[in-house]
């Protein structure tokens, strides 16, 4: 099982309506759409080749971030499409605010509209509320992971209500780790052996790539509405 956690903020892993403010302007259909992942720190890329470490690379971070990046990237080649890794979980799967807060300002700074992060923490903090605010005011899309809180509430960011929360399912249903308010999307959370909303999420975030894809002159927040 995977279950993150975050230093000066536990991090752990919407179906309200989703709700997104923001202008409604569709990218060029000329124009790659540009996907950043927020997941583990290591070495030597293999499904990403853009990347970038915030914090000191790990096995295990390295071994989730694959994983992750594996799930998003899937049927691409050849397609106008960008990905970039940006890694922030060290060894323990942690991820300090500063690290986060950071990874979404190099996702603006570079404008990248979608954002998958497949972690999240335990208590929301308002500097990187407002981030995402204007990350996602500026038609970026954010997914996270509800959480693996066997029922309870969701993580922060994904229990915000211009954030898309994601799910876990077991077996078609909704899976006994999963948190199961205010999320917007299902996916099987399932990948071998290990379980979580954090392979929830990648899943979800491939299937928004694929219809945005089709519809490239659809603006992202439409996309979403229409992708279940």
């Known amino acids: 099982m995977v279950q993150l956690k975050v230093l000066l903020g536990c991090v752990c892993l919407c179906a309200s309506m989703l709700s997104v403010t923001g202008p409604v302007s569709a990218r060029k259909a000329s124009s790659p ?3 950043a992942i927020l997941d583990g720190a ?5 499904d990403v080749r853009n990347h970038k470490n915030l914090t000191k690379p790990s096995h295990s971070a390295t071994e989730h971030a694959r994983s992750v990046e594996s799930m998003v990237t899937h049927g691409f080649k050849g397609k106008p499409v960008v990905f970039k890794e940006i890694g922030i979980f060290d060894s323990e799967l942690s991820v300090s605010t500063p690290n986060f807060q950071r990874a979404i300002r190099i996702c603006m700074h570079e404008k990248y509209k979608v954002i998958n992060f497949s972690g999240g923490f335990n208590f ?6 407002l981030l995402i605010n204007e990350f996602t005011h500026s038609g970026g899309v954010m997914i996270a992971a509800a959480g693996n809180t066997y029922g309870v509430g ?3 960011p994904a229990n915000q209500r211009n954030v ?18 205010k999320v917007n999307r299902w996916r099987n959370g399932s990948c071998g052996k290990n379980f979580g909303t954090s392979f929830a999420t990648p899943r979800y975030t491939n299937s928004l790539i694929k219809a945005s894809i089709k519809a490239p002159k659809k603006p992202l927040v439409e996309v979403v509405k229409c992708t279940e």
């Not at 290591?42 to 293999?46: G, T």
């Open 124 to 129: 929301s903090d308002v500097g990187t509320e």
């Open 42 to 46: 290591y070495v030597r890329a293999k």
């Open 154 to 156: 969701t993580d922060f």
């Open 164 to 181: 898309v929360s994601v799910g876990g399912l077991l077996h078609g249903k909704v899976a006994y780790y999963s948190a199961s308010k």
């Open 33 to 35: 759409l540009k996907v």
